[in-house]
């Protein structure tokens, strides 16, 4: 596993004042407590119950201009499509629509949900390993943007699939670059051993022989090479390697006209250093500047992680030999990440007399019946009572979209706040909900 997912453990741990001093779309109210924009959280508690997801479209907006802005400046004809997997409800994605963002999607449903949150289909790219035959059928119907290719047997199928329909397929193809993206070993997609790409010593090969395929037209060249990443140096290493593939293709006098860079910027979850937009964008015009290729980047975290949380309520706090533990109602089936990844959240009282209480350690966990149902270990954090409330931070990437209903529990309701407005925007579901599709077999009724 590569370094630099987390601070060291024995860096000291930020108290709840700096991590929202941090978060401009949260602050402490002395009487209302945790704010998100100018609603209380615990209003929205009240309301809806626990756990719930609550999302800031200011902060989701704030964070798509100033990407938008690093890259103008940086003088890049580029084009923000938004990755979806991160978060793809439907309101979170009509803030992107709305700005005139692009979407990257991986999937036939994602596909049709980008299309009815209203985003155009020109402003669409197809990413991912294993595109069926359906799914691509859909994206030549749409007559999406481009299709990412990531293999030579990929090529042959869609070229087939494009003659046989009368289409024309503007094709990437998506280069795996082998660079070390310096982040967590399941979220690296750049090295020569994962999945992901054609390898790099066969783009140039390949990419004459797409120009000679039917229904394909490549455009250009695509690169991803890993999430939550902490340095600019893989970028450099990655863009350079691009830069050179561009340089071979043209001597060939085989057009490229675009370069998709991927996404990947990584966000601090806790106080580690992370990079700037800006310093991303001129990573990109180091590479690309005397080349003259349209820019594509497909960030999702950085988007919209900081602007969600996830609410929950302490069911009880146990004290065991193994020290203080802080049962909550929302658990691993909520938010997978801790679990999966040993990622680290900020975990922040919603009151502001629990804020600023002393504070010891306690693990944070859920109720359901795995170990790994664990949201921290040690965390410092005051003597909290049953019923009191918690924000769990940076969760509006990667929260929703990957929970389940595990033990049978219901998702969570989720919550979209605009300044001082907020409305549910997926309600949660009733128990019965959870096997209401299901049947029973005709001889067993």
């Known amino acids: 596993m590569a370094a630099a997912v987390t601070q060291p453990i024995s860096s ?4 709840a004042a700096e991590l929202i001093a941090t978060r401009p779309h949260l602050s402490m109210h002395a009487m209302d407590g945790l704010l998100m924009d100018d609603v209380p959280l615990n209003a929205i508690a009240d309301a809806t119950g626990t756990p719930v997801w609550v999302y800031s479209a200011t902060a989701v907006l704030r964070r798509y201009r100033t990407l938008a802005t690093a ?17 793809d409800r439907l309101a979170v994605l009509r803030l992107f629509a709305s700005e005139g963002a692009g979407a990257d999607v991986v999937s036939e449903g994602e596909l049709l949900r980008a299309r009815a949150a209203g985003i155009p289909a ?5 990413s991912g390993v294993g595109k069926g035959e359906r799914e691509l059928r859909l994206a030549l119907t749409e007559d999406i943007a481009q299709i990412n290719v990531e293999s030579a047997e990929e090529l042959d199928m869609l070229s087939a699939l494009a ?17 070390d993206a310096e982040t967590h070993a399941k979220i690296t997609t750049g090295r020569a051993h994962n999945k992901f790409g054609v390898p790099y010593g066969d783009t ?23 999430s939550q990443i902490l340095s600019l140096a893989p ?5 350079a390697r691009i830069a050179e593939l561009v340089v071979a293709l043209r001597a060939e006098s085989l057009p490229v006209e675009s370069v998709d860079c991927g996404g990947g910027i990584g966000i601090p979850y806790r106080d580690e250093p992370a990079p700037l937009p800006a310093a991303f964008a001129g990573a990109i015009r180091g590479a690309f500047h005397n080349l003259d290729v349209r820019i594509a980047v497909e960030p999702g975290r950085w988007l919209v992680g900081p602007a969600g949380v996830l609410l929950a309520s302490v069911v009880l706090v146990k004290r065991a030999p193994g020290g203080r533990f802080v049962v909550l109602d929302a658990a691993m089936n909520d938010l997978i990440r801790p679990a999966m990844y040993e990622a680290w959240h900020g975990i922040v ?21 795995e170990s ?9 954090l005051p003597p909290l009572a049953p019923n009191a409330r918690v924000a769990i931070l940076d969760a509006g990437a990667y929260g929703s979209v990957m929970s389940s209903s595990y033990n049978a529990r219901p998702v969570a309701a989720e919550v979209l706040v605009d300044g001082a407005d907020w409305s549910v925007i997926r309600p949660r579901p009733s128990h019965a909900d959870l096997w209401r599709d299901e049947l029973m077999p005709h001889w067993r009724e």
């Open 12 to 15: 000291p741990e930020p108290t």
């Open 71 to 87: 890259l103008a400046d940086a003088k890049l004809n580029a084009h923000i499509h938004y990755a979806m997997k991160a978060n």
């Open 122 to 126: 020109d402003r669409i790219v197809f």
């Open 163 to 179: 003659a046989s329909m009368g289409r024309t397929a503007r094709v990437a193809l998506r280069v795996n670059p082998d660079v």
């Open 204 to 226: 140039v090969a390949l990419y004459r022989r797409a120009a000679a395929l039917p229904g394909i037209i490549p455009i250009g060249l695509a690169t991803h090479i890993g």
């Open 235 to 239: 970028y450099r290493v990655a863009f």
């Open 349 to 369: 009282p919603l009151s502001a007399v629990d804020a600023a209480a002393p504070v010891e350690p306690a693990d944070v966990v859920g109720p359901i019946c």
């Open 372 to 380: 790994g149902d664990t949201f921290a270990r040690d965390r410092m």
